[in-house]
């Protein structure tokens, strides 16, 4: 009895919970009419920014990810001093507010910045540029891939990795046919996270890269301009989209996994 009383609280919570995320959602798309919708998908400022947001934020994880991994392999193999301080620091993204991160970015990748100056070398330009904004989403996006794939690494047994130095593999050898091989699901599931923040993010980045606008920006954009009317198509859109990408990335992720079994 008591047991059966204490799963109905269990139940009755989680439901609030259920409610929580989903309500709002569900209140947006019953009240934004089929018209409004398909009005919204004609506007060529709206696909172009849906595209812009998700090419950006794909190319972005993907280009950090090479350095995030191997870092957060080093995380979770190796000891050293002030480890926890950079532990700390791999987080600060996470916790700042991220208008204060857009500001910091500005600073550093500005065409005034040692960065900005050297970029201006190749005649390339992060500040109001697709560039930016791929850095501004890579900066408050990569503590999730940089943290799940340490997770990973540090699950493998450390066994397997001395039987693949017993056997003459060298600690590189070790690391891409031992280490990674074992930790990958930790790493997809943190790459399909980082990937997920990234294109939502936009704090950082209406501070770096207000034009060409992401769609998070365009909305903000419309919901200033035109008001609630004109901001809560887009909106719905944009979520449609990333929902669907994210559960796309999620089933071929698990069925990678059981391919693999």
Known sequence: MKQSFFQN???????????FIIGPLLSMFINTGHTELFETLKDKDV????????STAFASTLFFSVLAVP?????????FPFKGVLQGIIDLPVVIPHSAAGI????????????GKFANIFGLDFVGNALGIGVAMAFVSIPFLINAARDGFAAVPRRLEQAAYTLGASPMRTFFTVSLPLAWRNILSGFIMMFARGMSEFGAVVIVAYHPMITPVLIYEYFGAFGLKYARPVSVIFVTISLLFFVLLRMMARKVTEARR
């Open 9 to 19: 609280i269990i139940i009755l919570f989680s439901g609030l919970i259920i409610l």
């Open 47 to 54: 696909t172009d920014s849906i595209w812009l947001t998700l």
């Open 71 to 79: 870092f957060a392999y080093l995380m979770a193999r190796y000891d």
């Open 104 to 115: 910091a970015l500005l600073g550093f990748i500005s065409r005034d910045s040692a960065l």
